[in-house]
């Protein structure tokens, strides 16, 4: 056999197979039925069933199942879900457990503003302000210095203010004695007794008259009034005593600016001159001393 004739014979064998590989899907019938029980070189193909949509086609077992009036088991695709109820505690004049949430959260979101308007951190703050600027330090000492010893003097004067409010407020309605409204009520009093007793009658009577309240007994101003008045009250007070500290160091600058002009330095800065002194005279008479005991007592 030459090599031709082996080459076209291998051809013809494999275009055979290529053919019967394409009329292998037409060949699906059982065997036994139609044409191929008569051919017994027929080649059947066996044919796996359409896969069914999840949920339309019920299983021989589902369909037995609900033949016999029992259910299937749901659970296997049924996703889990997970219900949170935020229902209150069902007692007389207690707030639900979501407002009492969203209180909270709004309480923290003006925590800073509460510490800063409140209290008496706005006069202690704006005090040691002015005491820099008038020793003529501007970074020294620093803001978080300024701001961190004004906020723990706060802590100081407001200490018995605290301590009521967790005594009158806090501890019996942790306890359970008290609802949330009632203990927000008697929280309230501590701090506006505090803030009433640093307030100018006047602002406290112009906030009442923009407010279109009338004749009101102090137990009754309501906190969206005395808040502002003493605010108003706490800024007037602040700048009055920085004032006061301004006069010591405002005559040590005419003093310096004076002998200067009489020396007739007049390129000399009086800067240069009068900090040091300054700052001699505040480190004599024991000036941080004097500042904190002004601050404290003026809140007696």
């Not at 210095?145 to 806090?170: C, E, W």
């Not at 309240?213 to 009034?225: S, W």
């Amino acid at each position: 056999m030459s090599i031709r004739a082996a080459f076209r014979r291998g051809f013809l064998a494999v275009s055979s197979a290529a053919l019967l590989s394409l009329a292998l899907p037409r060949a699906h019938a059982q065997p036994g039925t139609g044409s191929n029980a008569s051919n017994p070189n027929a080649i059947v193909v066996p044919i796996a069933p359409p896969a069914a949509p999840a949920g339309n086609i019920a299983t021989p077992s589902t369909g037995a199942a609900a033949a016999a009036g029992t259910r299937p088991n749901a659970t296997a695709g049924t996703p889990l879900r997970l219900n949170i109820g935020l229902e209150g505690s069902g007692e007389h004049g207690e707030v639900s457990v979501a407002l009492q949430i969203v209180i909270i959260m709004t309480l923290l979101s003006v925590a800073p503003s509460i510490v800063l308007l409140m209290t008496s951190f706005t006069r202690i703050v704006i005090v040691l302000g002015f005491l820099r600027t008038a020793l003529g330090t501007p970074s020294a000492p620093s803001n978080q210095i300024i701001v961190g010893l004004s906020l723990f003097l706060t802590f100081f004067l407001m200490g018995p203010v605290i301590d009521r409010v967790n005594t009158d407020a806090i501890r019996p309605y942790l306890d359970g004695h008290i609802t949330s409204v009632e203990a927000l009520d008697r929280a309230t009093v501590p701090l506006k007794q505090f803030m009433l007793k640093q307030t100018r009658t006047r602002d406290l009577e112009y906030f009442l008259e923009l407010g279109g309240f009338g004749p009101t007994a102090a137990r009754d101003l309501p906190m969206r009034v005395v808040i502002p008045a003493f605010v108003i009250s706490e800024l007037q007070t602040a700048f009055q005593m920085g004032f006061l500290l301004f006069l010591p160091f405002l005559v040590i600058d005419f003093l310096v600016s004076s002998v200067l002009m009489a020396l007739g330095m007049m390129m000399m800065p009086p800067v240069a001159i009068s900090l040091p002194l300054k700052l001699l005279l505040f480190v004599l008479v024991d000036g941080w001393h004097l500042v904190v005991r002004s601050l404290v007592t003026s809140f007696a």
